[in-house]
């Protein structure tokens, strides 16, 4: 079974989470992408998100492990969103699994990159008062 091309870019960028590989991660993200670092936390744009990234490397003690546990891919023209099991891990924490959400935009060349990176999906709602 052929794997969709945004399955292939999420393993890219669990690799290089692991890896520390920041060069290649952030080739993954749009210019003016939104990670969530953590609830009430964002990194907005290349430069913000590679800097989380580091500082989440270094708050792990260089141990974070990431991988997919299962996902959902809804397209629309060139846009998509992803429904996730992400597992996450470290030396300093156990294995959780978030629900991760995601939104891909497919760029002319026919790549997608990630607009949005929200690991924590509707866990951000947690504690808000409506």
Not at 49 to 59: D, G, L, N, Q, V
Request: proline residues 3%.
């Amino acid at each position: 079974m052929t794997k969709h091309p945004i399955e292939l870019v999420i393993k890219k960028a669990d690799t290089a989470i692991v890896q520390e590989d920041f060069n290649t991660l952030i080739d993954i993200y749009s210019a003016d992408a939104v990670l969530v670092v953590k609830p009430g936390m964002n990194a907005t744009g290349k430069v913000q998100i590679r800097k989380a990234f580091e500082a989440i490397a270094t708050h792990f003690n260089h141990t974070l492990h990431v991988e997919q546990a299962g996902m959902k891919i809804l397209e629309a023209g060139d846009t998509a969103l992803v429904i996730a099991k992400t597992v996450v891990s470290a030396s300093n924490m156990p294995a959780t699994e978030r629900s991760a959400i995601y939104v891909f935009k497919k760029i002319a060349n026919g790549d997608w990159l990630c607009q949005i990176d929200n690991s924590y999906g509707h866990e951000l709602l947690l504690g808000e008062k409506p």
